[in-house]
C-alpha cells in the first residue's frame, strides 16, 4: 500500500499525530528559547549598533564579573539569560596579584573608557546601566541592587573608587 492511495484524512490525521507526539517529547520551551529584548532594546533606546551594544554588554559584564564573588555574578547571568553568549567569551576572573591602576579603581576607568569607546557619553552611560539594572530587577531585585552598587556610571565614582582605596590603605 502506498500513501497516494490512502485517503486525504488519514494522512492529515496522521500528521497530527506526529505533530503532537513529536512537541510531547520535546517538552516545555526553555526561558532560552525566549526572543532577546534587552539586546534590541538598548539599541533602539541608545540608538546604537549591534556590535556596540554587544562590545558595551561584555565590557559590563567582564567588569561585574571582576568585581562580584562568584555566586552573585552566577546569579547575574541567570537574570540575564540571552548574553550567555557574552558571557562564555568572558576571561576568567584575574589574579589578584601586583598593582594596576585598573585594581586600585576597581576597573572603573577601564570600564568607563571602554563605553565611551562605544560611543556612550556620560548620560548615555546612565541610561545603558539603568536599562540593565531594571531588566535585572525583573528577574532578580536583590542582585540587581548588587550590580547597582557595582557599576560605577561616571568618572565622579572613579575617583571616588581610588579615594576610598587610598584611604583604607593609610
Known amino acids: ?9 488519514t494522512l492529515r490525521l496522521a500528521g497530527a499525530l506526529l505533530l503532537s507526539t513529536s512537541l510531547m517529547l520535546s517538552g516545555p520551551v526553555a526561558a532560552e528559547e525566549q526572543p532577546p529584548v534587552l ?8 540608538n546604537i ?4 551594544a554587544n562590545a558595551s554588554m561584555t565590557a559590563l559584564l567582564a567588569f561585574a564579573k571582576e568585581q562580584m564573588d562568584a555566586g552573585h ?18 576571561p576568567e576572573k584575574a589574579e589578584e596579584s601586583g ?4 585594581k586600585l579603581t576597581g ?4 570600564l568607563l573608557s571602554q563605553l565611551q569607546e562605544q560611543g556612550l557619553n556620560a ?16 528577574n532578580d531585585a536583590e542582585i540587581a541592587q ?23 590603605q593609610e
Open 49 to 52: 549598533s549591534k556590535e556596540q
Open 146 to 168: 548588587t550590580l547597582k552598587e557595582t557599576i560605577p556610571t561616571n568618572v565622579e565614582d572613579a575617583k571616588s573608587a581610588v579615594l576610598k582605596f587610598l584611604q583604607e
Open 73 to 90: 555574578f552566577d546569579k547575574l547571568v541567570a537574570a540575564m539569560p540571552e548574553t550567555m553568549a557574552l558571557v562564555q567569551s568572558l
Open 107 to 110: 576597573g572603573a576607568s577601564e
Open 1 to 9: 500500500m502506498s500513501l497516494r492511495s490512502l485517503p486525504f484524512r
Open 123 to 138: 548620560e548615555k552611560m546612565q541610561q545603558f546601566v539603568d536599562m540593565i539594572v531594571q531588566y535585572v530587577k525583573e
Open 39 to 46: 539586546m534590541p532594546e538598548i539599541m533602539e533606546q541608545l
Open 99 to 102: 598593582f594596576s591602576l585598573s
